[in-house]
T-cell receptor
């Protein structure tokens, strides 16, 4: 089955800096890659996703890049703010009617004012 | 509020006991997924139901079982509880059976003492 590795496990940045979280996946058939943000005491919330037919997707300060050849994808957050502090999870799946998401182990992002 | 309702929010029980966790999916969603989140294992997929039928099974122990009822709510039953079963249990729902568009509930924190 699919295996997703996520790095780093913790990331501390100063407000205004950029943050990058990287994930690798094992199943070359995977074609759907979402990112979730989990705030303290809440469930994970989808923040951005990308499919394998595109290499990059952007939404305001958040962007995701995908390299299918190398089987890795990354989350980029620019101009970080304290409210970006949370645990971020990457996931991978084959987007079919019979697949489920496999998650990485998460990255705790701490943004200091 | 994500629209996915999980009850109870917290549960404390003794080893050897049985508990039932409940999930009501977002209106219109037919798929329900159960995930276990522990500190060292991240989000582990347990089981998926789609429109009342079991669709996929992950690392779910034999002591655990689930079902989805005609009104689409789902219950996760955990029996012969062990200390190691202490974790956050999340339910997610989606419109279709595939991996796209998961919405998570806020979870049930289970503590086994």
């Amino acid at each position: 089955g699919e295996n997703v590795e996520q790095h780093p496990s913790t990331l501390s940045v100063q407000e205004g800096d950029s943050a990058v979280i990287k994930c690798t996946y094992s199943d070359s058939a995977s074609n759907y890659f979402p990112w979730y943000k989990q705030e303290l005491g809440k469930g994970p919330q989808l923040i951005i996703d990308i499919r394998s037919n595109v290499g990059e997707k952007k939404d305001q300060r958040i962007a995701v890049t995908l390299n299918k050849t190398a089987k890795h994808f990354s989350l980029h957050i620019t101009e970080t703010q304290p409210e970006d502090s949370a645990v971020y999870f990457c996931a991978a799946s084959i987007d079919s009617g019979y697949s489920t998401l496999t998650f990485g182990k998460g990255t705790m992002l701490l943004v200091s004012p | 509020d994500s629209g996915v309702t999980q009850t109870p929010k917290h549960l404390i029980t003794a080893t050897g006991q049985r508990v039932t966790l409940r999930c009501s999916p977002r209106s219109g969603d037919l798929s329900v997924y159960w995930y276990q989140q522990s500190l060292d294992q991240g989000l582990q997929f347990l089981i998926q139901y789609y429109n009342g039928e079991e669709r996929a099974k992950g690392n779910i122990l034999e002591r655990f079982s689930a079902q989805q009822f005609p009104d689409l709510h789902s219950e996760l039953n955990l029996s012969s509880l062990e200390l190691g079963d202490s974790a956050l249990y999340f339910c997610a729902s989606s419109r279709a059976a595939g991996a796209y568009g998961y919405t998570f509930g806020s979870g049930t924190r289970l503590t086994v003492v």
